[in-house]
C-alpha cells in the first residue's frame, strides 16, 4: 500500500462516502475507517465496500487520546481526513457539553497524534479537517460566504465546529503542522441519519406524519449532493495547498418551505399518493432557538483554482435521494427505532 489515511467519523453519514470514494478509486491506499459507533454511525452504511482489502474499521472515541495515540502508532498514517464530530444543531441545543468534547477537545487529540508520529518530518503528509459553512454565522437576504468572511457562529454546534477550526490553523502556523481545512455548506443524500430536514421529512412522508417546519419555512439553506463533497474532499486532500481553506456549496439556495413543497410532489409521485397528499402533513412549529436565517456559499475558489464543480441538479439529487430511502426501509427501520425515537418525541413535543 502507497499510503494509510485515517478517515475520521467514516461511518456517518459524509464520511461514509468519502471512504467508499477513497477504498475503490484508491485501491493502493490503505484507508482506516476511524469512528466511535455513536447514534449517528453505522457500518451498514459501508456493507458494500468492508471486504476490500485495503479496507479496515477501527472503533474508537477522538477524545480518548491514549486510545488515539496507540492507534497512529500503530497505522502510522500518512494523511487523516478529518470528519468525526457531534454534527446535529438541536441537539448542541440541548446538550452542547458532547460537543466541546467531540468536536474540541477530540480534533485537539487528533492534532496532537499527528504531530507525535510526524516529527519535524512532513514529506507527504496531511491533516485534512472538514468543517460547515455555519461557522460563518447567518446571512441577511444578500450576499455569500468567502474564505475571508469573518467568523461567527451561532449555536453550540457552530461554535464548537469553529473552534476546531482555529486550533487546526493554529496547529499550522505554529508547529508548521501541514493541514487543509473546507468549509461546506448543507449535504444531503443516502445514509443521511433522519433526524435532519430531508430524511426526516421522507420518513415522515412515508409514513403519514407530520412534517415539522420550524417558524414560517423561511430560513434558506444552499444543498449540496453529498458525492459531490466527496468528490471535492478528494480533490482538496490530493491537490490543495497545505495551509489553505476553501469553500464548498451548491450554489443552490432554498427556503425550508419551497424545498418541502419540491419533497413532497416528489413523494407524492413515488408512492402514487394523489398530487397534493403529501402537502397536508406540513406543520408549523415553534421555530429553533437562535435560528440562522441564511447561509449561501461562494465556491469559486475551490473551481477557479482546484476544477471542482457540483455534479447534479437539486431536483435530479432529491430524486435520488427519495429513491434511496424508500429503496432502504430496512436501513431506515433499524435507525429509527430505540433511543432515536425518545429523541424524537422530546424534540417534537416541547412546543
Ligand atoms: P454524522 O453525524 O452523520 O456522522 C458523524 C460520525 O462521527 C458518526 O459516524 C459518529 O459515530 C462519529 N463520531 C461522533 N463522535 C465521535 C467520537 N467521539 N469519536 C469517533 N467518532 C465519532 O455527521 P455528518 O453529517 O456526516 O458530518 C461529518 C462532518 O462533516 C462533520 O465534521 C460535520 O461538521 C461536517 N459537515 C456536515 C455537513 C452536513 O450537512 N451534514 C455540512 C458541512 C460539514
Ligand atoms: P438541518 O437539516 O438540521 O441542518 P442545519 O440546521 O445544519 O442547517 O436543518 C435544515 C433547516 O431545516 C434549518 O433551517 C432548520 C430546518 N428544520 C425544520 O424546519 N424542521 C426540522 O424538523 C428540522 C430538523 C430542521
Redesign the pocket.
Known amino acids: 500500500m502507497s499510503k494509510t489515511i485515517i478517515i475520521?467519523?467514516?461511518?456517518?453519514?459524509?464520511?461514509?462516502h468519502v471512504v467508499r470514494l477513497f477504498a475503490t478509486k484508491y485501491p493502493e491506499y490503505k484507508i482506516v475507517n476511524?469512528?466511535?459507533?455513536?447514534?449517528?454511525?453505522?457500518l451498514e452504511n459501508l456493507k458494500d465496500i468492508d471486504r476490500l482489502p485495503n479496507y479496515e474499521f477501527v472503533k474508537?472515541?477522538?477524545?480518548d487520546a491514549e486510545s488515539i495515540r496507540k492507534i497512529f502508532a500503530q497505522y502510522k498514517p500518512d494523511g487523516v481526513i478529518?470528519?468525526?464530530?457531534?454534527?446535529?444543531v438541536d441537539r448542541s441545543i440541548a446538550n452542547p457539553m458532547e460537543f466541546i468534547?467531540?468536536?474540541i477537545i477530540?480534533t485537539v487529540v487528533l492534532l496532537n497524534a499527528a504531530r507525535e508520529i510526524w516529527g519535524d518530518n512532513f514529506d507527504g503528509k496531511r491533516f485534512y479537517h472538514?468543517?460547515?459553512?455555519?461557522v460563518y454565522g447567518s446571512l441577511g437576504k444578500t450576499g455569500f460566504f468567502t474564505e475571508t468572511t469573518g467568523y461567527d457562529p451561532r449555536s453550540p454546534?457552530s461554535s464548537s465546529?469553529a473552534s476546531s477550526d482555529h486550533l487546526v490553523r493554529a496547529y499550522f502556523h505554529t508547529y508548521k503542522l501541514p493541514v487543509v481545512v473546507s468549509?461546506?455548506?448543507?449535504?444531503?443524500g443516502a445514509n443521511?441519519?433522519p433526524e435532519?430536514l430531508i430524511p426526516l421529512s421522507i420518513n415522515n412522508i412515508k409514513n403519514n406524519k407530520q412534517i415539522p417546519i420550524y417558524g414560517k419555512g423561511e430560513n434558506i439553506r444552499d444543498w449540496l449532493y453529498v458525492i459531490d463533497?466527496a468528490r471535492a474532499i478528494d480533490v482538496i486532500y490530493h491537490e490543495g495547498k497545505t495551509g489553505e481553506t476553501y469553500n464548498i456549496g451548491g450554489n443552490n439556495e432554498w427556503t425550508n418551505i419551497d424545498l418541502i413543497h419540491l419533497l413532497c410532489k416528489i413523494m407524492d409521485k413515488k408512492l402514487n399518493r394523489s398530487a397534493g397528499t403529501s402537502e397536508k402533513l406540513i406543520t408549523f412549529v415553534k421555530d429553533r432557538a437562535g435560528h440562522d436565517l441564511r447561509y449561501a456559499i461562494d465556491s469559486s475558489k475551490l473551481q477557479r483554482e482546484l476544477g471542482w464543480k457540483p455534479s447534479l441538479q437539486f431536483e435530479e439529487g432529491l430524486e435520488k435521494t427519495v429513491d434511496w430511502y424508500l429503496a432502504n426501509e430496512e436501513w431506515l427501520n433499524n435507525v429509527v427505532s430505540g433511543t432515536y425515537e425518545k429523541y424524537y418525541e422530546k424534540q417534537y413535543t416541547q412546543r
Not at 8 to 16: D, H, K, N, V
Not at 130 to 134: A, F, K, Q, R, V
Not at 183 to 188: A, G, P, V
Request: aromatic content about 10%.
Open positions: 475520521t467519523g467514516g461511518a456517518g453519514f459524509i464520511g461514509s476511524l469512528d466511535k459507533l455513536t447514534y449517528a454511525g453505522n474508537a472515541d477522538i477524545t478529518h470528519l468525526a464530530a457531534e454534527s446535529h468534547n467531540t468536536n477530540g472538514i468543517s460547515t459553512d455555519e454546534y465546529k468549509n461546506c455548506s448543507n449535504n444531503y443521511q441519519f435532519k463533497h
